[in-house]
């Protein structure tokens, strides 16, 4: 049964971006100390994680078309969080790494991160949301230019 006060007759991908812009707003206003955007933040986040990826593996991590990405790596760069440098086995490519001042985030993005977690697993029941983790991974395994539609 479909919950009433979903919009356009219960169109999932409509439903979906609703959803994900209303996320987007909640979190941007939760991060919002560290004066960065979502985006950005994630990008910190996949850098904690695992300094000194290529853009485009960054760009996949947080789930961004490469083609797109420079103008987030550029806002960061341009604020001392991140660096470019060259990739010592393909003088091609490059690698992106967090800068001292971007380490010195560290904690509060990891301390910000595990605050939107227990603010959403504090509104579901355990079973729900792993019934919907398992509807997200399916979505995020979707390839970008998924071949039904080609």
Same mark, same amino acid.
């Given at each position: ?5 979903? $919009?356009f007759?219960? /169109? *999932?991908?409509? !439903?979906? +971006?609703?959803?994900l ?16 955007s979502?985006?950005e ?6 850098l ?15 789930? $961004?078309?490469?083609? /797109? *990405?420079?103008? !987030?790596? +550029? ?6 969080l ?10 091609r490519?490059v ?17 910000l ?5 227990a603010?959403? $697993? ?9 019934a919907f ?7 995020q395994?979707?390839?970008?230019e ?5």
């Open positions: 049964m479909i919950p009433t006060n979903l $919009r007759d219960g /169109s *999932f991908w409509v !439903n979906m +971006d609703i959803a812009r209303h996320l987007d707003h909640l979190i941007g206003r939760m991060i919002a100390s560290l004066h960065v979502v985006i933040w994630y990008i910190l986040r996949a904690i994680k695992e300094d000194g990826q290529h853009a485009s593996e960054l760009a996949r991590a947080v789930g $961004r078309a490469a083609t /797109s *990405f420079t103008p !987030n790596l +550029d806002k960061l760069q341009a604020r001392g991140i660096e470019r440098r060259p990739d010592p086995s393909d003088r490519a690698r992106i790494h967090l800068t001292e001042q971007g380490k010195k985030l560290r904690p509060e993005i990891n301390r991160a595990n605050e939107i977690e603010y959403f $697993r504090e509104r579901f029941e355990p079973e729900e949301l792993d983790l398992s509807v997200m991974a399916e979505l395994s979707f390839e970008m998924d071949e039904a539609f080609n």
